[in-house]
């Protein structure tokens, strides 16, 4: 079988390592076969040749083509994956509504695209900020395909968090599971380490020890840390995360397509879970089963936790209505 996957932005950073990783079969397995097509702006071609050409010296032995281009309906036609990263950042002087506007110029134009040339069974995953509501605009523009196959990328969050909470206990990553991201893929994300475990204990059991006010410590480190992980990579590194979000990237269609042992996080379509809007592209403790994402239900958020969940939800609210105004969705 050979599975075509549409990457955006293939010419920049996060494109540039995502397209070797998707090569090697990291994502969709060593045995499925790879068609790439890599959509870019005119401005990006030039970098996503030279992309092409190193993909074509790694001699990746499930790669079965490569095709570059500057039209949506071409970068889209037949694409089982869409990994739309390629995005409009935020320009000096660019107030919210500009960059929400831009963005939809973007989004839009592609959610048709992919709704008149992809595969029936496509599946969607939005890397570009605002990553949420650019989901939400894509969906809105793709008439006759299922909102649930649009999803945003929270993964990196869910990742920096049990990579974080690893060195705080001084465990590897691995022993951490359950450690859903809630809400937007923002500053007021909530990581929520209610129902972690370490080793398969509570999490909360083993903290305390640790870092004395569990409370304190969420709220005034470990929280805005996660959240402002970001802006840390780039005053450290000089430049924003690519590898780290490559890799979250591949993590959540791996997940998608093959499914989940246990929770994970990905913003998806609302049908009014936990009181978020329906129809809200919001990050939440998922699934994922028989190729498709499901919401955990049944969880209790306490008081505290739903107030910083309902926060990044009314955050995803005034995006949502700024971009209605705007006659996006
Ligand atoms: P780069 O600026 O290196 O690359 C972006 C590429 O997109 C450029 O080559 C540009 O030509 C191309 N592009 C712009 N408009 C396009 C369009 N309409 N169609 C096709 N291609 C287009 O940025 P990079 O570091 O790769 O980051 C890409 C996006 O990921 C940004 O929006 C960034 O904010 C976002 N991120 C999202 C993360 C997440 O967890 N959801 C984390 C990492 C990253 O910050």
Redesign the pocket.
Known sequence: MTTTVTI??A?????YALLFRTAAGDMLGPDEHVRLRL???P??MA?AEGAALELQDAAFELLDDIEITDDATVGFDGADHALL?????RGPGMERGDLLAANGG?FGPQGAAIAASAAPGIRVTV???P?NTNALIAAAAAEGVPTERFTA?TR??ENRARGLLAQTLGVPVRSIHRLPIWGN?SATQFPDITHTTVDGRPVLDLLAAQVGDVRAWLEETFIPRVATR?AEIIRVRGS???AS?AS?TIDHVRDWVHGTVDWTSAAVVSHGEYGVPEGLISSFPVRAIDGEWRIVEGLKPDAWAQTRIDASVAELVAERDAVRALGLV
Do not use: F, K, Y
């Not at 990263?85 to 950042?89: E, S």
């Open positions: 955006t932005g010419g920049g950073q996060i494109g959509l870019e702006i401005q990006g970098a990263v390629g995005a409009r950042p973007i890397v570009g900020n990553a990328l990196l969050d893929h970001g924003s995360s690519v979000a979250a």
